[in-house]
């Protein structure tokens, strides 16, 4: 008796443990299906230099968050050549880098009410700004750099990566808490957190 006890109980508890793992499965994927879909890039057009455009669209804590820009290749020239230390770059190609967003941001000490902003940022080798400016005029070119137009600055973090970015990659990545907005070119990732609302 006391086996038929110890036997039913064993096999019920592996029943038990079979559907806690097929609903975390089960979890697992519906989490990843969330993220999947949390993210959309569409392509917009080839720049007359023959860097890609592209849109990307995030939804983060609610924000809906929208990233266009160029992406030159790198093409085996010197990144400090490319991104200048020290000077403001358009960080992208042809037009001017532009986040849009539907609720308000807050970069450093820099706030970001809803609407669309220019993104420049300033190279160094130990750390980076991320320059935030309003929109002139839809289509604004992203050089010469406008200063007039600059609403604030904050840091960015950079890291050396081992594998280099062949086209300027932007991207957002969701954080404890808020978001964080990461630059991939060559061998630098710069990064600057951010939260929303």
């Known amino acids: 008796m006391f086996y038929t006890q110890w036997s039913n109980n064993f096999f019920l508890r592996r029943i038990c443990v079979r559907r806690l793992l097929s609903s975390?499965?089960?979890?697992v994927l519906v989490a990843s299906s969330v993220l999947v879909q949390a993210q959309k890039t569409t392509d917009l057009k080839t720049g007359s230099g023959g860097s890609p455009h592209v849109r990307t669209v995030w939804v983060i804590d609610g924000a809906n968050l929208t990233v266009e820009y160029g992406r030159p290749f790198l093409k085996g020239r010197p990144e400090a050549q490319m991104m200048p230390p020290g000077r403001e770059w358009r960080t992208g190609a042809d037009e001017a880098t532009?986040?849009?967003t539907d609720k308000p941001l807050?970069?450093?000490?820099?706030?970001?009410a809803p609407g669309t902003y220019t993104i420049n940022t300033v190279p160094n080798d130990k750390e980076w700004q991320i320059v935030f400016g309003r929109l002139g005029k839809p289509g604004q070119w992203?050089?010469?750099?406008?200063k007039d137009l600059e609403i604030g600055r904050a840091p960015m973090n950079i890291v050396k990566i081992a594998k280099p970015?062949?086209?300027?990659?932007?991207?957002?990545?969701?954080?404890?808490k808020g978001a964080v907005l990461r630059i991939e070119w060559g061998t630098t990732s710069a990064t600057a957190p951010f939260t929303i609302g």
């Open 165 to 176: 970015v062949e086209n300027v990659t932007i991207s957002i990545d969701d954080a404890t």
């Open 98 to 100: 532009i986040i849009t």
């Open 24 to 27: 975390m499965a089960v979890g």
């Open 106 to 112: 807050k970069f450093g000490a820099v706030s970001l």
């Open 142 to 146: 992203g050089i010469p750099y406008q």
